[in-house]
């Protein structure tokens, strides 16, 4: 399994963007896929996971009501959503994958096996 999360850009306070995140050799079926951010200086924070198989969804406290996580119907691609960026939510954006997570652990970065290599998200105030 190899994720690959993409979308990032350069954007200003109020807007959208949608970032992806793409499994290749092999599919999200059975998989919780967790999107986490990390800005500079700071430590990694959860921002939302989807159960690919319930399709339930659970957000970090900072972006609920912003953001939305989706799977779409093929089985390689989670979309994040993200809605009213703030200067705050600059960051590169992971996607992670793991099997047999807990709903309880989703925001446990530890939990997940395959990570993605990153998506720069910078929002202009």
Partial sequence: VQLQACGG???QAGDSLTLSCVVSEGTFSGY???WFRQAPGKDREFVAAIKWSSRHTRYGDSVK?????SRDNAENTVNLQMNSLK???TAVYYCA??????T???TNGAQYEYWGQGTQVTVSS
């Fill in 9 to 11: 850009g350069l954007v």
């Fill in 32 to 34: 919780v896929v967790g």
């Fill in 65 to 69: 009501g912003r953001f939305t996580t």
């Fill in 104 to 106: 309880s652990s989703q």
């Fill in 87 to 89: 200067p705050a939510d």
């Fill in 97 to 102: 994958a793991g099997r047999r997570i807990i």
